[in-house]
């Protein structure tokens, strides 16, 4: 193309689509993005629409976003008891002033003081990322952190961090860019964000006129105005903690036709109940809420009390059935009665959650009501409730998994019906959250069969959609609860499920090293066919670590066994995976060898899904042999499997291919529509791309 050549040289990053008409030398790194395809994040919580009592500190809010921002971007601490509203202000504040960050405003509830302890900072990442379309989030959190820093380095975004517990647990998720604003809410000072050029902000308690507009708010000016004098003793024995106000509002506004000096006595028989307690604040609170709490409806009493005992974070109306053996219809009205009085908040639709101060209350009523043997049947029924759920998604996303026994001391409550895979990862992803807390009570509670079915159920979790931290621990958590058992399948999927995840978090020493425990497991159970899953392993470890000679031994055992035990399906997977270490190794016409009779034995056995991976792959060894012609129809042929499975990621990964092939052709434009698809298939699939596609 004389007069148009084109060179690109170096060490050079190309970002969007592009068409190189020339050479290109050095190590070039080409990376496409997709139209936006994503709303920009959008994630703070309900705030009230202006905040009573409050104009000073959004004043100072305003001054520090107005003055010149700090090198690394501006970090503003609230601090002050719980209850006092730190939430609140940050919300409303950052919803005022939302035209200021025009790429995204994040949330996240660190639960710095929740039973389930705090949020790891890694998953934290990994959600922010996720809604960036970020493919690829680091295991790591130092690579995740620093992946963070980048992506939003010339973004103008804020991020509330809430109930912060420690200054170590912020700081991987400050920004860290000079437009950005990250507003941290915590009960003590988190000093420790010092040295990050933070700013601290003492959130204090409103004064007796604001307490009462929020009253007025709540059960009306009229009601107010008629009893002035029981209103200034709720107002005054909330103690100016709007938490306390609300709770005892919402209780006089559920009862129109009470009078407020009901509310008034009743605050203070218990205020006098809680003398001993040295928190004027806290005990404010717990005033109200055991004001509340006596005229709750027996069932919705029983219900806040079992809700305080749970690990969970957050509670759907399934969860919350399950864990009182009702069904999520009659879970809702509860729920909603409890959020009318002002004990339960909504932090998205169809999901619930206790202030932590109400959490704490709702616990301890749990604790002196409900017998002990009730209290664990509650956790156990939630327990059984995602279990049964997880492995209703296994059946739709793994079918062709070998299933472990669910051992259920009851028939499981309210399990979801999945119809695809779309709707089963949905769920997945809802309630990601929930596991961990959950498989760590399992464990407190010595219920080990429990603790490793869920952590064996929770596999497509950990295969789609990369819950990389919960896998690790879930594995561990398993198969120390399997070994403890003797139930030997169950040790030696935990072996081989847990050498998985140390594979993606990038440890393949430590993942051989499970995958070497799973091999002597299955050789002393007689079991071939576990045993050419754990060379299979293996094999995939070496071929991480570039070891491809003993990659391609381990997957050649395995095609042995596999053969051996009349186990066709694995099989051709394992030559599937002697086809990618030719790949590897640049040797394209072996990969065809393998590739193409995996294909056919796929075919016939009809598993589609497989055999269309297969041909990817075959189009991939054409294209790296220099034969484009032979890579175009086996590369439709996938792409067409891929599109009736609705697989986005491999046809993503199949697209690349069919934009390099449309390169070859001369023909850009299709090219450049292959890519940008590819992209956008990136962007919206569940699990992230996490390396080049395979071979």
């Given amino acids: 193309m004389e007069g148009h050549r084109n060179a690109v040289t170096g060490q050079a990053r190309i970002d969007g689509v592009a068409l190189q008409a020339g050479d290109i030398r050095g190590g070039v790194h080409i990376h496409t993005h997709a139209p936006a395809l994503l709303p920009v994040p959008q994630q703070l919580p309900p705030a009230p629409a202006r905040l009573v009592g409050r104009g000073a500190e959004l004043s100072a809010l305003d001054a520090e976003l107005d003055a010149p921002p700090p090198p690394g971007g501006r970090c503003l601490v609230l601090t002050g008891p719980p209850g006092i509203g730190k939430s609140a202000l940050a919300g409303s504040w950052l919803r005022g002033r939302a035209g200021d960050f025009p790429d995204g405003l994040f949330y996240a509830d660190l639960r710095g003081h929740t039973p389930g302890g705090p949020a790891d900072p890694g998953e934290v990442l990994g959600a922010f990322l996720r809604a960036l379309a970020v493919p690829g989030v680091p295991a790591a959190l130092h690579e995740a952190a620093a992946l963070w820093r980048s992506v939003t380095a010339h973004r103008r975004i804020a991020v509330l961090l809430d109930s912060a517990a420690t200054a170590a647990q912020v700081r991987p998720l400050l920004p860290g860019a000079a437009g950005s604003v990250t507003v941290v809410t915590g009960r003590t000072r988190l000093t420790g964000l010092g040295t990050d050029l933070a700013r601290f902000l003492e959130v204090g308690l409103i004064g007796p006129a604001a307490a009462t507009e929020l009253l007025e708010r709540q059960v009306g000016a009229d009601r107010v105005a008629a009893e002035p004098l029981a209103a200034d003793q709720v107002v005054a024995r909330c103690g100016g903690l709007p938490l306390a106000v609300c709770v005892a509002g919402a209780r006089m506004a559920a009862r129109p036709r009470q009078p407020l000096a009901a509310t008034a006595e009743a605050l203070r028989r218990e205020a006098d109940r809680l003398g001993e307690l040295r928190l004027d604040g806290e005990r404010a609170v717990r005033a109200a809420l055991a004001a509340s ?27 919350a059935g399950a864990a009182a053996g009702l069904s999520p219809a009659e879970a809702d009205g509860l729920l909603d009665a409890l959020g009318d009085e002002h004990l339960l908040e909504q932090p998205a639709d169809g999901r619930h959650r ?3 101060l109400v959490r704490l209350h709702a616990r301890e009523r749990g604790t ?3 017998p002990p043997e009730a209290r664990a049947a509650a956790v156990r029924r939630v327990a059984e409730h995602l279990l049964a759920a997880a ?18 001391e009851q028939p499981p409550w309210n399990v979801p019906e999945f119809t695809d895979e779309e709707q089963a990862l949905g769920w ?4 990601r959250g929930q596991f961990g807390p959950v498989l760590r009570a399992a464990a407190e509670h010595g219920w080990p069969a429990l603790v490793w079915q869920l952590a064996d159920a929770l596999w497509p979790l950990f295969l789609r959609l990369r819950a990389s931290e919960l896998q690790l621990e879930a594995h561990e958590l398993g198969l120390v609860a399997a070994r403890s058992t003797g139930f030997r399948p169950a040790e030696q999927r935990m072996l081989t499920s847990g050498g998985h995840g140390l594979r993606n978090a990038g440890r393949p020493a430590e993942a051989a090293h499970r995958y070497g425990e799973a091999l002597e497991l299955a050789r002393a159970m007689a079991d071939p066919r576990a045993e050419a899953n754990a060379q299979y392993g293996i094999g995939q470890s070496h ?7 003993g990659a391609r031994r381990a997957f050649e055992e395995t095609l042995r066994l596999r053969e051996l035990t009349g186990h066709p399906r694995g099989a051709a997977l394992a030559r599937i995976a002697l086809g990618e270490v030719a790949l590897d190794a640049a040797d394209p016409d072996a990969a065809i060898e393998q590739l193409v009779r995996a294909e056919c034995e796929l075919t016939e056995l009809g598993d589609h899904y497989e055999a269309a991976r297969a041909l990817a792959l075959t189009g991939r060894a054409h294209l790296a042999a220099d034969r484009p012609a032979e890579a175009r129809p ?15 990621l491999w046809e993503a990964h199949t697209l690349v291919l069919a934009g390099e092939l449309a390169r070859r052709d001369g023909d850009p434009e299709l090219a450049r529509q292959h890519l940008e698809r590819a992209a956008e298939l990136y962007r919206s699939v569940a699990a992230p791309r996490a390396e080049p596609p395979p071979g």
């Fill in 354 to 356: 206790f202030h932590d």
């Fill in 368 to 370: 002196e009501t409900e």
């Fill in 293 to 319: 709490y006596r005229v709750l409806e027996p069932p919705v009493a029983r219900m806040y009390r079992l809700l305080g005992l749970l690990p969970v974070p957050e509670f759907t109306p399934a969860l």
């Fill in 543 to 549: 071929r991480l670590d570039g070891e491809l000679a």
């Fill in 634 to 648: 086996v590369l439709a042929a996938a792409l067409a499997a891929f599109r009736t499975a609705r697989s986005a």
């Fill in 428 to 431: 997945l992803a809802a309630e």
């Fill in 391 to 408: 492995t209703a998604t296994e059946r739709i996303i793994s079918p062709s998994r070998r299933p472990l026994p669910r051992d259920y």
